[in-house]
């Protein structure tokens, strides 16, 4: 695709990083209203490693998480999933994400989403300044966080209002934990996945 000056249009390429333990409603619309509003041609769901900021909890197995990330997106034609941070030893962090989806796809601008909760936390992430070189960043309302992007680079930083889904995973492994149900919340084939399996049994956190 070309643009009328006849440089080539670059690839709008996604990226969603999450736990997804499990993937919910929240992350799938935040996705694909970012999609929608920033013309992406491709969101990548990145299931993280070993979260960093997670090092106290107990994280599903990867590939749980990981396959329940392709069961909810297989039905979108523009949504793909990663392995790159499974695949990573040690911790996640999105530099390094960031930095290998960059080397698979050098020809593509990189927009990063992120709720209110984890764009907060932007500035404590490793290698701050090489974020906003590699990727812009899409802040994405969530009930329950403000949403502030004060102190960021305005020119690599944006907000977007996106419809509210008061879902999050703890709450969806609570509810399991505790016998409620996860329909409506998760995906079908994830409440089945989650069945199956038999995650979320046990004691959650
Ligand atoms: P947990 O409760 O285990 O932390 P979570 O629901 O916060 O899970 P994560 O995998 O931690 O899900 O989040 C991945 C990304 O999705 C983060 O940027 C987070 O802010 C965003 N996100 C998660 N849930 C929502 C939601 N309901 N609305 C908007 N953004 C969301
Ligand atoms: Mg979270």
Redesign the pocket.
């Known amino acids: 695709v070309a643009t009328p000056d006849g440089t080539p249009q670059r690839r709008r390429v996604g990226v969603?990083?999450?736990?997804?333990?499990p993937i919910?409603h929240?992350?799938l619309v935040?996705a694909s209203e970012v999609a929608a509003r920033y013309g992406l041609d491709e969101v990548v769901f990145v299931p993280t490693g070993r979260p960093r900021l997670k090092t106290h909890v107990v994280v599903t197995a990867p590939e749980h998480r990981y396959l329940m990330t392709v069961i909810a997106t297989a039905s979108n034609p523009q949504f793909t999933v990663s392995r790159v941070d499974l695949e990573r030893a040690g911790d996640t962090y999105t530099v390094d994400t960031l930095r290998d989806l960059h080397a698979e796809r050098p020809d593509a601008d990189l927009y990063f989403?992120?709720?209110?909760?984890?764009i907060a936390q932007i500035l404590s992430w490793k290698d701050a300044d090489e974020l906003f070189a590699l990727a812009r960043f899409v802040a994405?309302?969530?009930?329950g966080h403000a949403l502030s992007v004060a102190g960021l680079p305005a020119d690599r930083v944006s907000v977007l209002e996106?419809p509210a889904?008061?879902?999050?995973?703890?709450d969806v492994r609570q509810r399991v934990s505790s016998g409620l149900p996860a329909w409506y919340l998760v995906p079908d084939g994830v409440v089945q996945h989650i069945a199956k399996y038999r995650l979320y049994r046990g004691s959650d956190e």
């Open positions: 969603m990083g999450g736990t997804f333990d919910h929240g992350h935040a989403i992120t709720g209110a909760d984890a994405v309302t969530r009930p996106i889904l008061s879902i999050s995973s703890t």
